[in-house]
Each structure stands twice: as structure tokens, then as C-alpha cells.
T-cell receptor, first 111, second 114 residues
Framework: SQQGEEDPQALSIQEGENATMNCSYK?????LQWYRQNSGRGLVHLIL?????REKHSGRLRVTLDTSKKSSSLLITASRAADTASYFC???????????FGAGTRLTVKP | EAGVAQSPRYKIIEKRQSVAFWCNPI?????LYWYQQILGQGPKLLIQ????????DSQLPKDRFSAERLKGVDSTLKIQPAKLEDSAVYLC????????????FGEGSRLTVL
């Protein structure tokens, strides 16, 4: 079964705007990861946040984690057309780094 | 450092035929995963190996799917016989080990079952 669910399913913004994607999950986790997938390609790891962390930054990316609400958010600041892709969250449902993915958010950044 | 290699990139077969996919992970990475990604959906974990042992295969349809990881390195995923609903991209990923996080994905093998 899928563990994470992303929201919204699709997001369209203008270049320069910020994009926020949310992820909710069902069970306790050790870590939550965000990945990006360009059309027809494999997934690329963006950022990992552990269950004892609340916020993490990497370049234009900011991830938050609220374990009490079983939710995470990914913020991309100052978006670019090249950020157009699908974004997935993944969690380890059984603590073995058995990463299970949600359905993803399809982000379109218009130039 | 070379990435995760998968082959073939594309495969078209008739239903009830068999197919095999191959994955060569990054050298030294202990965990290996096979995912199935149906168009418009997120990847679904089929099987996870730690070295050459199975960690999780709870979502692998064992009546038709099989996977092995010989000597804890390369892996093959086989489907026999294939059904129309098996049309998907099969993604191989690896990681440095349990609880060490980041997965590295190959480009995937796209299967079309007619």
C-alpha cells in the first residue's frame, strides 16, 4: 500500500513564485524523503528529514515535518521553469528504509 | 561514479509472454529495490533486498513476479506470464543500507503489454 499522499495533485505557477506541496502519511516513520521526477526519467533525491527534525533547508528547498500531524511540506522558493516536474514524498513504513511513495504533485512553472 | 544501470529501456510483449529486467546497482551499495510505476501514479515498492537477502516483498505478486539478487550485486525482475495491467515503468533503486536514507534510481524499464 502507498504510505504518503501528496497535495495538491497538480500545481501551476509563474516563474519567480513559491511552490508549496504537502504530504500526509499514515504510520510512524524514521525518515521522510522528497524526490523529483522529470517526465520519462528516474527519480532524483532532493532532501531527507528525520523524525526528530522539524525543518531542513537545501538551496531553494525548505522541508518541514510535523510528526504529530503526520505531515510534511516542501517549499520551493523563487521557482524556475526548470523546476517543472513531479514531486514525490516517501516514507519508511517499517523502519527498514523501505521507502513507499505517494502519488505525487505535478508542478508546472510557466516562464 | 557510475549510476544505477537498467536494461532494457523499453520492452513490448504480448500478454501471457514473459519478460525479464536487469539492474546493475552502484558498487558497494547494500540495499536494492524494485518499484513499479504505472502512468500517472507514484512508484509502488515491489521488493527490497539487503545484500542478497529479501527485506520486504509484501507487495510483490508472487504468482507471476519473481526477483533475485545474485551475490548481492546485480538483480533481475521477471514477470511470467504478463498481464495487460503490468504495463508500467519498472524502476530499480539502491541505497547504502537500511536507515541510511537516500535512494539512487535508474532510468527505468518501460514495459508495454499488448
Amino acid at each position: 500500500s502507498q504510505q504518503g499522499e501528496e497535495d495538491p495533485q497538480a500545481l501551476s505557477i509563474q516563474e519567480g513564485e513559491n511552490a508549496t506541496m504537502n504530504c500526509s502519511y499514515k504510520t510512524s516513520i524514521n525518515n521522510l524523503q522528497w524526490y523529483r521526477q522529470n517526465s520519462g526519467r528516474g527519480l532524483v533525491h532532493l532532501i531527507l528529514i528525520r523524525s526528530n527534525e522539524r525543518e531542513k533547508h537545501s538551496g531553494r528547498l525548505r522541508v518541514t515535518l510535523d510528526t504529530s500531524k503526520k505531515s510534511s511540506s516542501l517549499l520551493i522558493t523563487a521557482s524556475r521553469a526548470a523546476d517543472t516536474a513531479s514531486y514525490f514524498c516517501a516514507t519508511d513504513a517499517r523502519g527498514n528504509n523501505d521507502m513507499r511513495f505517494g502519488a505525487g504533485t505535478r508542478l508546472t512553472v510557466k516562464p | 561514479e557510475a549510476g544505477v544501470a537498467q536494461s532494457p529501456r523499453y520492452k513490448i510483449i504480448e500478454k501471457r509472454q514473459s519478460v525479464a529486467f536487469w539492474c546493475n546497482p552502484i558498487s558497494g551499495h547494500a540495499t536494492l529495490y524494485w518499484y513499479q510505476q504505472i502512468l500517472g501514479q507514484g512508484p509502488k515498492l515491489l521488493i527490497q533486498f539487503q545484500n542478497n537477502g529479501v527485506v520486504d516483498d509484501s507487495q510483490l505478486p508472487k504468482d507471476r513476479f519473481s526477483a533475485e539478487r545474485l551475490k548481492g550485486v546485480d538483480s533481475t525482475l521477471k514477470i511470467q506470464p504478463a498481464k495487460l495491467e503490468d504495463s508500467a515503468v519498472y524502476l530499480c533503486a539502491d541505497g547504502q543500507g537500511a536507515n541510511t536514507g537516500e535512494l539512487f534510481f535508474g532510468e527505468g524499464s518501460r514495459l508495454t503489454v499488448l
